[in-house]
């Protein structure tokens, strides 16, 4: 192969093996020719026992499916894991007993670095900090306080929900109701997107709360806001935690009859690009655009150095997008 390429066996080694070493971009696609005309794929398991290592990386996460910012994510991780010449494994966390399972299979060595992006109580402080303390390369995108030994991404959510919800005391709604995901009415006090909820009613004197579940998927938010938005006391304004919930509380109100915004204002969480073609446009909270690049990159300088880096934590910002909704 390096005598097709007219390159060094070393360079034939550093482009396939996916190692960060300078090659030129040419020199790099004749490699990659040679290796497509000569019919040649990298033996995984060989290679993994003569370096410890499975190449392979591991994206764990909620659910399965139907969240866009996860289905990015995964995107990003599986475009760098490719061209670095690792493959992704994924687990989906959604009880205490598959949070188990997973902690039990990573720290059995079905990968060489995770990523986690695990929302609810499953995964808790206790199990990601046992498993950072493996020496396991992490990157774990969670607001919660004092993990160590892994990269912490970090998004400031409950100032930007706080902004939201005062937007819409601003406009005189008074009636405010909260979609939230299952896992944020079980905890013992709220945080997060019921925080900034909670907090920008108790800065205004509103002493009412309207929470209830509904935000975990399309059908039950649907059916949520409807039941909300056809009572005799139905409320001027819904904060969803989920743009997902949100879209399918502009079609609850738009089906009983209500204008949107002049009836009832609603506003979302998460900035997917869906929230751009409801009519009206939907009002949210997120980031400004979603890339993951930066974020899959900290997992790949953990895997690739040669001693562990130092833990760090990136603060992704987050803002409130005014639209016609609200």
Known sequence: MAELANVSVATVSYVLSGRDRPVAAETRQRVLDAARRLGYTPNQAARSLRKRRTQRVCLVLSSIGGVPTDERLARDLHEMADARGYSVVTLAVYSDARANAAIDVLRGGIADGALINVVGDHLTHDLLSGLAATGLPMVVLSNESGLEGCDVVRTPETEACVEAVEHLLAQGRRRIAFLAHRHELYRDRPVGRLLGYTTALDRHGVTERIITSGADDRVAAYQTATELLRSPDRPDAIFAASDRAAISAIGAARDAGLSVPGDVAIVGVGNIDE????????????????????????????????????AREIVRSWTFLRRGSS
């Open 275 to 310: 929230g751009l073609i409801t009519t009206p446009q939907l009002s949210t909270v997120g980031p400004l655009r979603h890339d993951y690049t930066d974020i899959v990159r900290l997992l790949f300088d953990r895997l690739q150095a040669e001693e562990a880096p130092p």
